[in-house]
């Protein structure tokens, strides 16, 4: 049996590097382009077969997501969402969008669990106290946003 994994996050959060890098696809890094829609990627992973969606973040995708929930959203084990944290002007985009997910996955995925990942909290910015004020901050926001879902 197949489980169901999703990488959602707005534009150039770097979902598709993450995924990338898992896979030790170091070379595919270097002219890495924006994901167009859903890329599909069957994987063995400790003797489980899953399936990653990685969900490009473009808002023409993410509109279309939304108009064809039932198609995505159904069936999902684990949710990751990617948010930018070195682009912090889109903060409350990569919010509004993970709230209006949120209901999605409480129709056709309730007993999903939600994955939130702060990427590009490169090596060093914990020596900055705004930084760290900041993740912070990002990290209550899901945490609360989250619920009732496992985090």
């Known amino acids: 049996m197949e489980e169901k994994i999703v990488i959602l996050g707005i534009a150039n959060g ?9 896979k030790r696809e170091f070379k595919s890094l270097e002219n890495l382009k924006p ?3 859903i890329e599909r990627t069957s994987l063995n992973f400790f003797q489980k077969r899953i ?19 039932k198609n ?8 990751f969402y990617v948010v930018d944290f070195q682009d912090q002007d889109t903060f409350t985009e990569s919010i509004k969008y ?6 999605e996955l409480a129709e056709y995925s309730p ?31 899901f945490y609360d946003l989250s619920e009732p879902f496992s985090a």
């Open 51 to 69: 399936v990653v969606w990685d969900f490009g973040g473009q808002q023409k995708y993410r509109e279309n997501y939304k108009k064809k929930a």
């Open 98 to 103: 993970f709230q209006e997910l949120k209901g």
């Open 35 to 37: 994901t167009k829609g």
């Open 111 to 141: 007993n999903s669990s939600i994955n939130i990942i702060i990427n590009k909290f490169d090596p060093g910015f914990e020596e900055n106290e705004e930084n760290v004020k900041f993740y912070n901050t990002i990290s209550k926001k």
């Open 14 to 22: 770097g979902k598709t590097s993450l995924l990338r890098t898992l």
């Open 72 to 79: 995505y959203f159904v069936g999902i084990e684990e949710l």
